[in-house]
């Protein structure tokens, strides 16, 4: 469709877009009504469920890990002990709240956006998906939603216990607090709660209309000229949408900036514990104010700096590693990387489409397709056995499957990526992820930016075409503590620097694989891999007649009745069953 030009043509399309957003927005409110309670019932008495049944167990144990826990010095552990029974206790009605908030937003909000995604260029069949689109998915993924909060209570929340109570080594140092500065801090924390609360959240009232009408003015412009992100006919309903739904992300954006005002202000007693000194602590109360003003006028593309002071609160003139590094955007780079950022045609087909180019999906896909490839192959090979997959459903021990195989396909991947020379990733023969193309999350970063630099490490350690063949078993039969694991192993190399550095790699990549395969998407999608290298092995008939009985790890990764289903599959297949 052409952009209209001139007042009267633009006038003229939007009353003309007025009848059709309408029948859709009212019908996407209909939609809303009718699968929001569902969706908020499964959402909040899911959650709910299991974050009181688990509340007693996540209490003592976390008491019992941490009174253990040799990580933490003897008076830090007192503190932690004597200050967990507030958050401890408030933790369920949290969940509750959260539940009740998050399964109405999605409930009711889910299937009004697939209201407008049905009218898309590539959709057939508009008139049935309209009302089709967004009910059945929406109930699928409130159950989604239970699985993955499940998750995260039974599996994620026991590993990070189990990395707390887990032994140290000799030259690791606990994390130490100095008792004497501890009333320094809470002294600071006091005053600095209430002026930070206050003056961030004024900042954020006094700059919000701007963000409403600016937003409102950008959307109108974008509706009636098909502009930026509504360039393509099929965008044009979510700028309708949008608009409607502009207060409520201004609202939100306030609500977030009130919530981070009591975060900021308690950083300031790290402050004073690390700079050992009241007066840097108040000094940050004070600067943290026109961090976040500066912060704000950036997003909003407002005039640079701010007009509060900004006192120094370090002894030292370089920005540390913490928050308000993060939160500085002082650098000229980071600036022109934030303005960079504005509102710009991205000739996307749906909202739905242009919205995965900048998630991790594709990325998961990859790293569980690699590792669906690599364990059919190692099945072939032996370094896979019947025994690893039983260990792994049954006893819940899948070191080798959950984290030793991803760490062999990334490891593929930073080898072939540094044979290539590419300046990025090499994830598929179609995809190269870079720096400039990363996924726009910041959880994710964390994970997948030290990648770059190992890639650089493997590049310079130019391994040869034997030492490659040798990776694989190293990597799934060696602990990698030691250079002299690998003594008996023949490999090619025996540079013990060079062995070193290998090592370092891979136990790098073992600690990343390890804090991913706590999030619960990881979790859904390594049961289904788990589940394809089952079927892959009786399909080999690689499985042997072992029925130990399921212990407790196991029925953190599958339940009772998918158990049950891999037995009664592989009786009627005629292989032995494995529960």
Sequence with gaps: MEVPVGFAAKLWSFISFLPFFISLFILGLLKGMIICPVVLAAVTIGNSAVAIGLWPAHFIWTYFCVAKSKRLDWILRILVLLSLPMPLILWPVFAIIGSVIGGFGYGFFAPLIATFEAVGENVTDKCYHCFSDGCYSTVEGSCTVVRDFTDFCFHSYFSYMDELIAEVHQDEKPIQIKLWRVPGCLLVCVVAIPVDVLLITAVALWKSPYMLFQGWKRLFEDLTGREGPFLETVCVPFAGLAILLWPLAVLGAVLAAFLSSFLLALYSGVIVHQEDSVRMGLAYAVAVISLFDEYANDLLYLTE????????????????????????????????????????????????????????????????????????????????????????????????????????????????????????????????????????????????????????????????????????????????????????????????????????????????????????????????LVKVLYVEALEKGLLVGDSSRAGFRGQRLFGRKEREDFAANTNDSGGPAIV
């Design 305 to 528: 700096g701010s007009c509060f002071p900004r006192p120094q609160y370090r002894r030292s003139t370089n920005p540390s590693k913490g928050l308000e590094k993060r939160m500085s955007l002082d650098s000229k780079n980071d600036r022109e990387g934030l303005r960079s950022s504005r509102l710009a045609s991205q000739g996307s087909k749906t909202l739905k489409q242009a919205i995965q180019r900048y998630t991790p999906v594709q990325v998961w896909d990859w790293l569980f397709k690699s590792c669906e490839v690599n364990g059919k192959i190692m099945l072939r090979e032996g370094l896979i056995n019947s025994k690893d997959i039983q260990d792994c459903m049954i006893k819940g021990n899948c070191k080798k499957l959950g984290v030793k195989l991803p760490v062999w396909s990334v490891l593929q991947c930073l080898v072939t990526s540094a044979k290539s020379d590419s300046p990025g990733l090499i994830i598929s023969d179609q995809v190269e992820l870079t720096r400039s193309n990363l996924p726009r999350d910041k959880v994710f970063e964390w994970f997948i930016g030290p990648l770059f630099t190992m890639k650089e490490q493997v590049k310079g350690l130019q391994l040869e075409e034997n030492e490659e063949n040798c990776l694989k078993k190293l990597v799934i039969d060696c602990n990698n503590d030691r250079p002299e694991d690998w003594d008996s192993t023949r490999f090619p190399s025996t540079d013990k620097v060079r062995t070193a550095q290998l090592q370092a790699v891979i136990r790098r990549l073992q600690g990343i694989v390890g804090s991913m395969s706590r999030l619960p998407t990881f979790r859904r999608r390594f049961r289904n």
